[in-house]
């Protein structure tokens, strides 16, 4: 029989003891009667019942380890609550009372440029205006575009004017908006941190939904896509009013304005389907919207790869401004973005056929305009974007050959960027001249800025610190470096200390060579020559062209703010959109997110879906 000790063991009681319980009980008896109780003890046999009582008896809690007294206890926990409450009380009151917080450091000069340059887009809408569009001296205009052209007679009111003029060219208009595109693929986050993501994005449909109306967006296969509408051919001699005979004001035009179409114009359909394939990655979140525009870009690039032929004939409107010198390179361009925006290997086939690079001008390594990217040749952009690709996700054959032969070359262009190779001249103040001493050459410094700064990040993003020339090893800061000097010139840091931007800085161009921008805007409406007395004064354009990127200065540094003479103050659509491209892939503008720019991996859902094998077991390394 067992029994448990106070210290939790087993305690035997033996059974040899043979001691009854009533033998125990009297022997304990006798010795008590036979001791003598102490005082203390004796008072507690002289208490009576009542005076047990009386008294009252003290209760504890009784915690396991410890034995405490219940009112200390309930004193204790009552005091931490309330300490509880009153920290919490007091936390409640520093949360609501407004803080003094050290105020975020100011804009570098790169993010106030790049608001500006937006809002020149705001300024070359077309159609009808949104009443948020922010230039108050720009209205609703040209309403009957399309609908007027007995050839046509169906909408295409909308998209974006040129440059000074009201002609909608569809070749450079669908280029830059492939530009804006592309730099919100790269720098959603930036964009998104400085407030312009939802302005930019809406500046990109209002292009796309125009390109949407110039050819059957809702076929799979189309024969005819517009190249324009308006005219500005004025060699002729006809009096004939046009959108260059004229000078007035977009909401004032009342004479016709004849559509363009085209049959045979592979290079004008690749570009339009670039543009529609770049913007469904950056409206990738409205699947509806962007599985319209993959559909259309589908239906371009395969008419474009069907009917073989260039967009502007020699004598057209579209050779004489906008003259597409092969198609060849937007076959490469047009297929890298189709391959980006569904995945689908046929258009990396295309976009990687050495026979294709090789009527592109990739290895013309002696042609004076290589690595020179404009809304004409699109190889440069091209190489960079397909050099991503190998970067960051290594396809393998049977495309690296090419791939790699891309990535070689956009390493040489970089290279032809670095003044010590002489490949380009220099102005003394330090602006390059990609079009070797030629008029307009903001244009083309812009573009190679934005590469620059874009593959100094691609870089990066591979842990790769920087590139080769020859033997000669230079990090991605001197891309930077090249990138910031071009942009700094454009900015004002030139022998005129004159910003190329209007509204930017203390000096800048004042008569920029624009109808709208010239013209008050007073209620009156000027006719065709009526406007011409705006044109030919010296005084300041009475309304402030915001943002526009002027065409620039000569070899020389020099420049003339002269209306009349476009090849200094003319903005065009294409400019500004590497202008801006350019802004937000160089500027300084903290993201939160951990990373310099936003990768394609962010943007590949439906091209993941659909590609082989290969780039599921591949690793996007880009995150």
Not at 83 to 106: A, Q, S, T
Not at 426 to 432: E, N, S, Y
Request: charged content about 20%; hydrophobic content about 35%; aromatic content about 12%.
């Amino acid at each position: 029989m067992f029994g448990r000790d106070p210290w939790g063991g087993p305690l035997e009681i033996s059974n040899a003891d043979s001691a009854t319980d009533d033998d125990r009980s009297r022997d304990l008896d006798r010795a008590a009667l036979m001791r003598q109780l102490d005082e203390t003890q004796q008072s507690w046999l002289l208490a009576g019942p009542g005076d047990q009582a009386g008294k009252k008896k003290k209760k504890y809690v009784d915690l396991g380890c410890v034995v405490l007294d219940r009112k200390i206890f309930m004193w204790t926990v009552g005091t931490i609550l309330g300490l509880g409450v009153f920290i919490g009380f007091v936390m409640m009151i520093v949360k609501l009372v407004p803080h003094k917080r050290p105020p975020p450091p100011p804009p570098d000069q790169y993010t106030q440029a790049l608001h500006k340059a937006l809002m020149f887009f705001n300024a070359q809408r077309s159609g009808p205006l949104p009443k948020h569009n922010g230039v108050s001296w720009r209205g609703n205009s040209c309403m009957k575009d399309g609908l007027s052209d007995s050839t046509v007679r169906r909408s295409l009111v909308g998209g974006f004017y040129d440059a000074g003029d009201a002609i909608k060219f569809n070749y450079p208009m669908a280029w830059s908006m492939t530009m804006l595109s592309w730099s919100v693929i790269e720098y959603k986050a930036k964009y998104e941190a400085i407030g312009e993501l939802d302005h930019i994005k809406e500046l990109i449909k209002w292009g796309t939904d125009y390109i949407l109306k110039t050819f059957n967006s809702s076929a799979d296969t189309i024969d005819r896509i517009v190249a324009q509408v308006g005219v500005g051919d004025t060699s002729k001699g006809s009096s004939q009013p046009n959108d260059h005979y004229c000078w007035m004001r977009p909401e004032d035009i009342d004479y016709k304005r004849p559509v363009t179409e085209c049959h045979s114009c592979s290079d004008l359909a690749s570009e339009m389907a670039a543009a529609l394939a770049a913007a469904s990655i950056v409206f990738k979140d409205s699947k509806t919207y962007s599985d319209k525009l993959v559909k259309g870009a589908k239906a371009l690039y395969k008419f474009g790869r069907l009917q073989r032929g260039r967009y502007s004939p020699n004598g057209s409107d579209q050779a004489i401004f906008y003259n597409s010198t092969s198609y060849w390179d937007e076959f490469v361009w047009g297929g890298a973005w189709m391959y980006f925006a569904t995945g689908n290997n046929s258009y990396l086939t295309i976009a990687t056929a050495p026979g294709m690079a090789k009527h592109a001008g990739a290895f013309w390594f002696g042609s004076p305009n290589y690595g020179v990217f404009t809304w004409d040749d699109k190889l440069p952009g091209a190489q960079v974007l397909l050099s991503r690709l190998r970067l960051f996700l290594s396809p393998g054959y049977p495309y690296e050959e090419i791939l790699r032969t891309f990535h070689n070359q956009t390493d040489n262009v970089m290279c032809s960027y670095l003044p010590l190779f002489n490949s380009f001249n220099f102005t003394k103040g330090g602006l390059i001249q990609l079009n070797h001493g030629g008029p307009q050459p903001l244009q083309y410094a812009v573009n190679a800025a934005f590469l620059a700064s874009l593959y100094s990040d691609y870089l990066e993003a591979a842990d790769t610190p920087g590139w080769y020339c020859g033997p000669n090893f230079y990090t991605t800061e001197v891309l930077r470096k090249f990138a910031r000097s071009q942009l700094d010139y454009i900015l004002g840091k030139n022998p005129l200390k004159m910003s190329y931007v209007v509204g930017f800085g203390n000096k800048y161009p004042k008569r920029p060579h624009h109808r709208g921008a010239s013209i008050p805007h007073n209620g009156v409406k000027y006719g065709c020559k009526g406007g011409f007395k705006w044109r030919e004064t010296k005084k300041a354009n009475p309304n402030i062209l915001v943002g526009a990127m002027v065409a620039g200065p000569d070899r020389h540094d020099g420049f003339k703010d002269v209306r009349t003479n476009y090849n200094y103050t003319e903005p065009t659509l294409a400019a500004n959109a590497g202008l801006v491209a350019a802004l937000i892939s160089i500027a300084d503008i903290p993201t939160g997110r951990g990373g310099m720019f936003t990768k394609f991996s962010d943007y590949m859902g439906m091209a993941k879906a659909r590609i082989g094998k290969w780039v599921m077991t591949a690793s996007l390394c880009m995150h």
